[in-house]
């Protein structure tokens, strides 16, 4: 037995009992932790209890600050996934814990749906944005941790507004309960699903992620109005200046039908990409864009920049796509909630925009680069072809550049 001072047992679904080897751990304790009814497992413990009902966080910190308390941690299946290890070893060294894992619940589920699960994705939903599930759709397993308020029902209307209906869900309740049931059905069928909150949810796909990938997708795969799109070419060199994390938060703002947020999302699927518009029509544009490029980390604002973006969260990276008159205002925005080393770039249209960033950019004497993307495509004229020049942008790189001059 390990002579680590903090036990973190697991416990089996459906377990009525610890086994012997988590009872021995567990008695050479002075404190059992645990949800309250997993201290119902063991009834003799004569040391002291601790509900988690009351918080984890204060449990954590107890066990930090005491080196000599002896504590046993309870929990549900394999606490290294998604568990409560992680958050004691963020505070606690390693060898000072020793973690008893037991079948996870989303183990369990796999095997009760008669699927494989070793080219599984997993998320957990317990406490957390259900946007997160936007990081792993698109594998053809995936496993989720739920909670009362992401629940199935919850799970079933996002993967809808997301384009993803093509899929099976399966929900397992009460797993090694008497109450067990398995539950399988399309998102569409599962919107009205009531059950017990003990449960998880697996999403099976029938093929590979159909999603295309860019950069630079043709003007005519999107939702748009006539014309107003960041054209394809704009937008390949546009997120390469933006040094797009693989996971964090983009602000899109002036949006129009949000490509360039659909693709910033396609290539980073773990990307909250954060689309403001002040038009009701560019926002259903938006809206059926996020649908049909099934990129559910695509969040649609309705709003005018600056004011709209004061209740999103700091980004990692801008693109001013449209700024409605308030350039400056938004850039001061920006410049206060971006957060360090993240991209911002401007796409300057008309030459009035590229002064006003500049001036913008001397005034606060901050770093800037800028290029003008011209592209010319080709087009039929009796039988053959000519290049049309389309019309040039500008894309202005604000604050820490790679290349380019400086000012």
């Not at 601790?50 to 918080?55: C, E, N, S, T």
């Not at 966080?57 to 929990?75: K, S």
């Not at 993967?159 to 899929?167: N, V």
Request: aromatic share 4%.
């Amino acid at each position: 037995m390990s002579e680590a001072r903090i036990q973190v047992i697991g416990i089996e679904p459906g377990a009525t009992a610890l086994g012997p080897g988590a009872c021995a751990a567990a008695g050479t304790c002075a404190l059992l932790a645990g949800a309250a009814r997993h201290l119902e497992l063991l009834p003799r413990f004569a040391g002291e209890r601790y509900d988690l009902a009351a918080g984890l966080q204060p449990l954590v910190e107890r066990l930090a600050a005491d080196p000599e308390l002896r504590a046993a941690v309870l929990a549900s299946g394999d606490p290294g996934f998604f568990g409560v290890a992680a958050l004691l070893l963020r505070r606690i060294s390693p060898d000072q814990l020793h973690i008893h894992p037991a079948v996870s619940s989303l183990q369990l589920a796999f095997a009760r749906a008669g699927e494989t699960w070793s080219d599984a994705r997993f998320a957990s939903l317990h406490g957390r944005p259900l946007v997160n599930l936007a990081a792993v759709l698109g594998a053809q397993r995936i496993g989720l941790f739920t909670d009362g308020a992401n629940n199935p029902s919850a799970i079933a209307r996002f993967l809808l507004d997301a384009g993803w209906d093509d899929g099976e869900m399966v929900v397992a309740e009460e797993l090694g309960l008497p109450g067990e049931r398995l539950t399988r059905g399309t998102p569409r069928e599962l919107l009205e699903w009531r059950g017990s909150d003990l449960n998880v949810v697996l999403l099976l796909r029938p093929g590979p992620d159909p999603r295309p990938l860019g950069p630079g997708l043709p003007e005519a795969a999107f939702s748009h109005a006539r014309g107003l799109i960041t054209k394809a070419e704009v937008r390949a060199v546009a997120l390469g200046l933006l040094r797009l994390p693989r996971q964090g938060v983009l602000w899109d703002v002036g949006a129009g039908s949000g490509s360039l947020a659909v693709e910033a999302c396609l290539a980073a699927p773990g990307l909250r990409a954060y689309a403001v518009e002040k038009t009701v029509a560019g926002l259903e544009h938006i809206r059926e864009n996020r649908r049909r490029f099934r990129v559910a980390g695509l969040v649609p604002v309705a709003g005018v920049a600056p004011e709209a973006l004061g209740c999103l969260p700091d980004p990692d990276c801008v693109f001013v796509g449209g700024s409605g008159g308030n350039l400056a205002e938004i850039l001061d925005a920006c410049r206060v909630r971006l957060r360090p080393g993240g991209g911002l770039v401007v796409s300057a249209v008309l030459t009035e925009t590229l002064a006003d960033t500049l001036a913008w950019c001397r005034e606060r004497v901050v770093p800037v680069s800028f290029r003008e993307v011209s592209a010319s495509r080709s087009k039929p004229v009796a039988g053959r072809h000519r290049l049309e020049p389309q019309n040039p942008v500008t894309l202005v790189q604000i604050g820490e550049t790679d290349r380019g001059e400086r000012g």
